[in-house]
């Protein structure tokens, strides 16, 4: 069976990470985020995310890294890989390129539940790394974040209950899967 290549990709809130999670589990493939290993690029660094970013913005090679982690990811295949830039980065190698949404509200209401934040603090959270993404994803790749036009799969995701998402995404995926295992 040839192998598969899954990429999620969505501003923050948006349930890439859920997502992504629960698509390797029930199809028993691996999973990668790239957000958790900028994370760790920046703990490394002994830095904040939002100080990192701010680095980030200023020099490439942080991306480029995390570009490189991903493409590496998918060359060996069989892996739901999440990350905001995820779809753009692999598009020549992902079979199937997801993107989550959701509005600002809802988004900044997730990420205070599960980061312990006031809802005010998570808002402008989400306004800064948002801010910084755009800059960078403009300015070194000349990507427009609004142009979902690479993603097979389009999904606002405060529409439905997570359980409706992943099952949504997790038959899109296994239907692909079985129409492309019958055409090899």
């Known amino acids: 069976m040839k192998k598969i290549v899954i990429t999620v990709s969505g501003p923050p809130g ?4 859920t997502h992504a999670k629960k698509i390797a589990e029930k199809l028993n493939l691996r ?3 790239i957000g958790r290993y900028f994370r760790e690029i920046a703990s490394r660094m002994n830095l904040s995310l939002e100080e990192f970013q701010r680095i980030a913005e200023k020099d490439p090679k942080y991306d480029l890294e995390a570009d490189n982690r991903t493409l590496i990811e998918a060359e ?5 890989i999440d990350g905001h ?4 980065i692999a598009k020549d190698k992902a079979d199937i390129k997801i993107y989550l949404t959701a509005s600002l509200e809802e988004r900044a ?15 402008n959270d989400i306004k800064r790394r948002e801010e910084s993404n755009t800059t960078r994803y403009k ?14 799969i389009v999904i606002n995701t405060e529409k439905w209950g997570e359980e409706e998402v992943s099952e949504t995404l997790i038959y ?13």
């Open 85 to 88: 830039l995820t779809g753009w």
């Open 172 to 184: 899109l995926i296994q239907r692909y899967m079985e129409r492309r295992n019958a055409f090899n």
């Open 31 to 33: 999973y990668f985020s």
């Open 76 to 80: 060996r295949g069989n892996v739901v």
């Open 14 to 17: 948006s349930g890439k990470s």
């Open 139 to 152: 300015t070194f790749y000349g990507i427009n974040l609004d142009d979902l036009s690479i993603y097979d």
């Open 109 to 123: 209401k997730r990420i205070a539940k599960r980061d312990g934040k006031t809802f005010e603090q998570a808002m």
